[in-house]
């Protein structure tokens, strides 16, 4: 008997040796069992009654306003040199009509070579509206109050008017073109946004 049950046993350990082995050599079943989370990173951020989901790696910086929220710093990809700056804004009493801000928003590049899409869209229940702006960009330098600009060549500029139950929330995008860019779809996804719900908007 004892030797039945020796020799049983060494057949299910050759067996389970062998479909052990067969695992590994299967097509992909490395990658599946030491497979890495590539999903990106993303950290959650609440001001006031806005909810933002942002990659890990937009950093706050400090705010140059009192005005603003919170400011973020996005790092700049192959190419370009600066990175670019999300500003986040909420005004008591809504902080104007969405016609005036987007005409501010495009009014702040030059028209030689201004380029321009407006969208609007649904995150969840709530309407937002996205301007999107290339071309040279009047940058704010120095106290606002003082109204100095200096015209920056190659910018673009992501905003987004967020109409909350609770108030209205504004996140301006601004930087070199390309680094903007590749910021569209996080900046969309932070506050729950999709392209799907996307349409033109004309102000």
Same mark, same amino acid.
């Given at each position: 008997?004892?030797?039945?049950?020796?020799?049983?046993?060494?057949?299910?350990?050759?067996?389970?040796?062998?479909? %052990?082995?067969? #695992?590994?050599? %299967?097509?992909?079943?490395?990658?599946?069992?030491?497979?890495?989370? #590539?999903?990106?990173? !993303? #950290? #959650?951020?609440?001001?006031?009654?806005?909810?933002?989901?942002?990659? /890990?790696?937009?950093?706050? /910086?400090?705010?140059?306003?009192?005005?603003?929220?919170?400011?973020?710093?996005?790092?700049?990809?192959?190419?370009?040199?600066?990175?670019a700056e999300l500003a986040i804004y909420s005004f008591p009493g809504g902080g104007g009509s969405v016609g005036a801000n987007i005409n501010r928003w495009v009014g702040q590049f030059s028209g030689k070579g201004r380029k321009k899409m407006i969208t609007r869209g649904k995150a969840?229940?709530?309407?937002?509206?996205?301007?999107?702006?290339?071309?040279?960009?009047?940058?704010?330098?120095?106290?606002?109050?003082?109204?100095?600009?200096?015209?920056?060549?190659?910018?673009?500029?992501?905003?987004?008017?967020?109409?909350?139950?609770?108030?209205?929330?504004?996140?301006?995008?601004?930087?070199?073109?390309? !680094?903007?860019?590749?910021?569209?779809?996080?900046?969309?996804?932070?506050?729950?946004?999709?392209?799907?719900?996307?349409?033109?908007?004309?102000?």
């Amino acid at each position: 008997m004892s030797t039945r049950i020796t020799i049983f046993e060494f057949v299910r350990n050759l067996m389970l040796r062998i479909i %052990l082995a067969a #695992t590994f050599l %299967l097509p992909g079943s490395q990658s599946l069992l030491f497979a890495e989370d #590539t999903s990106p990173k !993303t #950290t #959650t951020v609440k001001l006031k009654a806005l909810t933002l989901n942002i990659p /890990a790696t937009w950093t706050k /910086a400090k705010k140059r306003s009192s005005m603003r929220l919170a400011t973020f710093a996005i790092p700049a990809v192959e190419g370009d040199e600066d990175n670019a700056e999300l500003a986040i804004y909420s005004f008591p009493g809504g902080g104007g009509s969405v016609g005036a801000n987007i005409n501010r928003w495009v009014g702040q590049f030059s028209g030689k070579g201004r380029k321009k899409m407006i969208t609007r869209g649904k995150a969840g229940e709530h309407n937002y509206y996205m301007v999107e702006v290339s071309g040279t960009y009047n940058q704010s330098v120095g106290p606002p109050i003082q109204r100095k600009t200096k015209a920056v060549e190659g910018s673009r500029m992501l905003a987004v008017i967020l109409q909350l139950d609770e108030g209205v929330y504004f996140l301006k995008l601004t930087g070199k073109d390309k !680094t903007v860019k590749a910021q569209r779809q996080s900046l969309r996804e932070s506050f729950g946004g999709t392209s799907e719900s996307e349409e033109e908007y004309k102000s």
